[in-house]
């Protein structure tokens, strides 16, 4: 991917993604997979997918399993508490202050997200040192 090295993603891309392989998530875990960027994240974040994906979509948890296998990730292990407080401040929602947090801590550039209720709003983009985008938003700035 043209000058994107590394991004940070979201639960629901990975969800989204084991929904419609074909969509814009489903492409960015495909381009992944074969290596083209790498992907950082954190335990808590992989829990959440499953944790949801057992809830809403059990018959994909063997498909998850076998990619989350296949990413070679790149983890951050500890996140700070007042780092998650600061966000918290922002957005008033824990568990997204954690993922802000979380892509902070990690220097990563690029958050991509589907969440339009806390995370895609100007406000928050405006309130963070990394570009916060959609799925297909960031397959365009590579596909072209």
Same mark, same amino acid.
């Given at each position: 991917?043209?000058?994107?090295?590394?991004?940070?993603?979201?639960?629901?891309?990975?969800?989204?993604?084991?929904?419609?392989?074909?969509?814009?998530?489903?492409?960015?875990?495909?381009?992944?997979?074969?290596?083209?960027?790498?992907?950082?994240?954190?335990?808590?974040?992989?829990?959440?997918?499953?944790?949801?994906? #057992? /809830?809403? %979509?059990?018959?994909?948890?063997?498909?998850?399993?076998?990619?989350?296998?296949? *990413?070679?990730? @790149?983890? !951050?292990?500890?996140?700070?508490?007042?780092?998650?407080?600061?966000?918290?401040?922002?957005?008033?929602?824990?568990?997204?202050?954690?993922?802000?947090?979380?892509?902070?801590?990690?220097?990563?550039?690029?958050?991509?997200?589907?969440? #339009? /209720?806390? %995370?895609?709003?100007?406000?928050?983009?405006?309130?963070?040192?990394?570009?916060? *985008?959609?799925? @297909?938003? !960031?397959?365009?700035?590579?596909?072209?």
């Amino acid at each position: 991917m043209k000058n994107i090295k590394r991004i940070f993603l979201d639960a629901n891309i990975y969800i989204a993604a084991l929904a419609s392989p074909s969509g814009p998530s489903g492409r960015l875990i495909k381009r992944a997979v074969e290596n083209q960027f790498t992907i950082v994240t954190a335990n808590f974040l992989l829990l959440e997918v499953e944790r949801n994906l #057992k /809830k809403k %979509l059990p018959e994909s948890l063997p498909y998850f399993y076998e990619d989350i296998s296949r *990413i070679n990730f @790149e983890f !951050i292990s500890k996140i700070k508490p007042e780092v998650v407080n600061k966000y918290e401040q922002i957005i008033n929602y824990k568990p997204d202050s954690l993922v802000l947090a979380a892509c902070f801590q990690s220097r990563s550039k690029i958050l991509v997200t589907l969440d #339009k /209720k806390h %995370l895609l709003k100007d406000e928050v983009r405006n309130s963070v040192p990394f570009e916060i *985008i959609r799925p @297909e938003n !960031i397959l365009r700035k590579v596909e072209k």
